[in-house]
């Protein structure tokens, strides 16, 4: 029994033996492991830094697009609200434009018209003009006949009252001689 106790020590010692490096193995092979998931882990971690300060450098970037979007937003809504006035301002000018083009149209033919009427008038002025002159000449003329005839007519005159004292004396001596 010693012999069998003794066979079972051994046994026991060399089952306790090869499950010990057996254990043993797996151990080392756990560690080995743990240290290979340690090392992923600080990558994983370092890549998860590298990551989080992407990520904050994408969401300062979104946050200075949305900035920039909003202020890119209110200069379109500006510029927008500046071009319905700019539309409205050409409106109202285009309209200016056209009543200015038509009143120059009108002004021209008002121009024309009183070039025409200031022709017409020149044209009589200077008819009027020719007329007139030609009136004082006539007058002239008439009252150089007038002169000589207001001269014949006191020549007549003188002759008639000569002949009218010629005649009353005659008389008068008729009448004294009968």
């Known amino acids: 029994m010693q012999s069998q106790i003794e066979?079972?020590?051994?046994?026991?010692?060399?089952?306790?033996?090869?499950?010990?490096?057996k254990f043993q193995a797996e151990i080392d092979e756990i560690?080995?492991?743990?240290d290979s998931l340690k090392k992923v882990k600080a990558e994983l971690e370092n890549h998860l830094k590298k990551l989080q300060v992407g990520i904050k450098e994408v969401q300062d970037r979104l946050a200075e697009e949305q900035t920039l979007h909003e202020t890119t937003r209110d200069a379109l809504s500006a510029a927008e609200k500046r071009n319905g006035s700019l539309r409205g301002e050409i409106e109202e000018l285009r309209v200016l434009f056209e009543r200015?083009?038509?009143?120059?149209?009108?002004?021209?033919?008002?121009?024309?018209?009183?070039?025409?009427r200031l022709a017409e008038?020149?044209?009589?002025?200077n008819r009027a003009i020719a007329e007139r002159k030609k009136f004082e000449?006539?007058?002239?003329?008439?009252?150089?006949e007038i002169i000589d005839i207001r001269q014949?007519?006191?020549?007549?005159?003188?002759r008639v009252s000569l002949k009218f004292l010629y005649i009353l004396t005659n008389r008068e001596n008729n009448q004294l001689s009968n």
């Open 31 to 34: 560690r080995h492991h743990y």
């Open 137 to 144: 000449a006539d007058a002239i003329q008439y009252q150089g």
């Open 121 to 125: 008038v020149t044209s009589f002025a």
């Open 7 to 21: 066979e079972l020590e051994v046994r026991y010692k060399t089952d306790i033996s090869r499950l010990k490096s």
């Open 100 to 116: 200015s083009d038509k009143a120059r149209k009108t002004t021209e033919l008002e121009l024309h018209d009183s070039e025409q």
């Open 152 to 158: 014949e007519l006191k020549i007549i005159d003188e």
